[in-house]
Nanobody, 115 residues
C-alpha cells in the first residue's frame, strides 16, 4: 500500500528556513518521480518542485528557484524539500506526491511564514 507522510512544517520568520520531509512506503523512491505541491486556502493547487527518477534531475517553479532544494534519500525512502529565505507568500499547505502525473498524495503539512 502506497503511503506518503509529510513532516517538518510549522512557523518560520521571513528569511528563515524549514525542511519538509516526505516518508514514503509501499514503493521504491528510486523508481518514481516525486513532487511537492502547495495550496493556499481558497486558491488552486500549485506545483512547487519535482525530482525525476529518469535522470532529468530536478525542477522548480520560478518563484522558489535558488531558495528551495528538493532531494531524496534512497535508503530512507524519503524525499526532502529544503526551504531557505522563506517569504510570507510561501505560506501554504504543502503536499508530497508520487508520479509525474501524481497518483498518490500525502495528507499535507502547513507552512506559515510570518513575523
Amino acid at each position: 500500500q502506497v503511503q506518503l507522510v509529510e513532516s517538518g512544517g510549522g512557523l518560520a520568520q521571513p528569511g528563515g528556513s524549514l525542511r519538509l520531509s516526505c516518508a514514503a512506503s509501499g514503493f521504491a523512491l528510486s523508481d518514481s518521480h516525486m513532487g511537492w505541491f502547495r495550496q493556499v486556502p481558497g486558491k488552486g493547487l500549485e506545483w512547487v518542485s519535482a525530482f525525476y527518477a529518469d535522470g532529468r534531475g530536478t525542477g522548480y517553479i520560478e518563484s522558489v528557484k535558488g531558495r528551495f532544494t528538493i532531494s531524496r534519500d534512497i535508503p530512507r525512502n524519503t524525499v526532502y524539500l529544503q526551504m531557505n529565505n522563506l517569504k510570507p507568500e510561501d505560506t501554504a499547505l504543502y503536499y508530497c506526491a508520487k508520479g509525474d502525473i501524481p497518483n498518490a498524495w500525502g495528507a499535507g503539512i502547513l507552512v506559515t511564514v510570518s513575523s
